[in-house]
C-alpha cells in the first residue's frame, strides 16, 4: 500500500507531512523533481512531459494513486493527463480542489451550482505558470458567484526555497504582497497557491495582516486524501515502503528536507 506525492521540489512537503500526521499507517513515495524545479517558468507542454514521467516512476514504485502537491503541474498538466494518459487502474489527483471547497464552504465532491459565498475579495499568491493558466479562477466559478479575484505571480519564490535562502525568499514574498495590495487594498482572503509557500506562511500572514484569513493547502488535503481513501480504499497501492525520490543531488535535497520538516529526511536518487 502506498500513495504517491509529487511536487516539483520541495513544497510537497507541506503536504506529506500533514498527510503523514493524519494518515500514519500509509506508506508514502515522495518524489521531488528538484533538477527540474522551478516549474512555474516552464511552459504547458514541458510541465506535461516532467509530471508525466515523474507518475510513470511512483507507479513503478508501487502507487496507484498520485496527489499533484504542485498546483502549477495541477493547473498546467493534470486534466491532459487525466483526459489522455493515467491508465485506468491508476489515479492521479490535484491540490486545487480542497482548497477551492474550504473557500467556498462546501463539502467533498459537492456539485451543486455556483451560489454566493461569504468572501468577496480573493488574492491568490501563485507560480507565475499557475496565474497565467487561470485555473484557479476556472475551478472557482463552477462553485461561487461574485468572488473577485487578483492574482500575483510571485517569481523567485520558489527558485530562493529550493536554494534554502530565506532571507530572499522573506524579501520577495513582501514585495509580491505589497504588489497586490496596491491592486486589491484590502483582501478578506488568501490563498498560498504554491505548496513552497506554506514555509513562508508566517511572512505572508505578517505582511497581509492579522485580519487576512490565509488559506494553505496542506491540511485541506490531506483531510480530502483520508476521506478520499476511506471511500476508495483499493486505491491505497501495493507498494509496502515509503520512500523520498529525487532527480537532484540526494545528499543537498535530504540537507534542505531535513531543515524544512524538522526531522530526518533521507532521500535516494530516482
Ligand atoms: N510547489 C509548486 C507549486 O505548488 C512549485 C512550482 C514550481 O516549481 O515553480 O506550484
Not at 493527463?81 to 462546501?106: C, H, S, Y
Request: one cysteine or more.
Amino acid at each position: 500500500m502506498a500513495v504517491g506525492i509529487f511536487d516539483s521540489g520541495l513544497g510537497g512537503l507541506t503536504v506529506l507531512d500533514a498527510v503523514a500526521k493524519r494518515l500514519p499507517d500509509v506508506p508514502l513515495v515522495y518524489f521531488g523533481d528538484n533538477a527540474n524545479a522551478p516549474y512555474g517558468v516552464r511552459d504547458a507542454d514541458d510541465i506535461y512531459d516532467l509530471t508525466t514521467k515523474a507518475c510513470a516512476r511512483m507507479f513503478e514504485a508501487g502507487c496507484d494513486l498520485v496527489i499533484l502537491a504542485c498546483n502549477t503541474a495541477s493547473a498546467a498538466a493534470l486534466r491532459r493527463m487525466q483526459e489522455n494518459w493515467v491508465p485506468t487502474d491508476k489515479r492521479v489527483l490535484g491540490v486545487f480542489v480542497p482548497l477551492i471547497e474550504a473557500l467556498t464552504e462546501r463539502q467533498w465532491g459537492d456539485n451543486s451550482p455556483p451560489r454566493e459565498v461569504a468572501v468577496k475579495h480573493v488574492a491568490l499568491f501563485a507560480t507565475p505558470a499557475t496565474v497565467a493558466s487561470r485555473a484557479f479562477q476556472r475551478e472557482l466559478a463552477f462553485r461561487a458567484i461574485g468572488v473577485d479575484v487578483e492574482a500575483q505571480a510571485c517569481g523567485g519564490v520558489v527558485d530562493a526555497i529550493e536554494e534554502g535562502d530565506m532571507i530572499l525568499a522573506e524579501a520577495l514574498v513582501r514585495s509580491h504582497v505589497d504588489a497586490l495590495k496596491r491592486k486589491m487594498p484590502k483582501p478578506e482572503a488568501a490563498i498560498l497557491g504554491c505548496t513552497h509557500y506554506p514555509l513562508m506562511d508566517e511572512v505572508f500572514q505578517d505582511a497581509l495582516g492579522a485580519d487576512v484569513a490565509v488559506y494553505s493547502q496542506a491540511n485541506l488535503v490531506a483531510a480530502s486524501l483520508e476521506d478520499y481513501l476511506k471511500r476508495r480504499p483499493e486505491m491505497i497501492g501495493p507498494g509496502t515502503e515509503s520512500m523520498f525520490l529525487t532527480t537532484g543531488d540526494p545528499m543537498k535535497v535530504s540537507n534542505r528536507a531535513t531543515q524544512f520538516l524538522r526531522r530526518k529526511i533521507t532521500f535516494a536518487a530516482a
